[in-house]
Nanobody, 127 residues
Framework: QVRLVESGGGSVQSGGSLRLSCSAS????????MGWFRQPPGEDRETVAN???????TYADPAKGRFTISRDIADHTLYLEMNNLSPEDTAMYYC?????????????????????WGQGTQVTVSS
């Protein structure tokens, strides 16, 4: 059974924080990698952060130092803690699960690597 359901989005002011959650089924949580992505209005989907099955974490440059990806294995939940948000972080945020070897363990896999996606949760940051 495939299930990925994001929550936790909302509207915050610049400098604020949000914590996104992604509730997954046991099957989708068991992928080789899970990740967070975002898609600003009118732009392509971009990687935010990724966590491998062994716990290795990687971040895209805009997320480094501000965002933290984590997971609760018992609850099959993926999290994205976002701090010091700016209007440039405004986007629909998605979680995804993928299987197979990743292109690199130093950078997050691109969106094309992932097989299953949630429906997204909107994050809006005002200045």
């Amino acid at each position: 059974q495939v299930r990925l359901v994001e929550s936790g989005g909302g509207s915050v002011q610049s400098g604020g924080s949000l914590r996104l959650s992604c509730s997954a089924s046991e099957y989708t949580f068991g992928g080789d990698a899970m990740g967070w992505f975002r898609q600003p209005p009118g732009e392509d989907r971009e990687t935010v952060a990724n966590i491998m099955r062994d716990g290795t974490k990687t971040y895209a440059d805009p997320a480094k130092g501000r965002f933290t990806i984590s997971r609760d294995i018992a609850d099959h939940t993926l999290y994205l803690e976002m701090n010091n948000l700016s209007p440039e972080d405004t986007a629909m945020y998605y979680c995804a699960a993928g299987w197979g070897p990743v292109p690199s363990r130093d950078t997050p896999p691109p969106p094309v690597y992932y097989s299953y996606w949630g429906q997204g949760t909107q994050v809006t940051v005002s200045s």
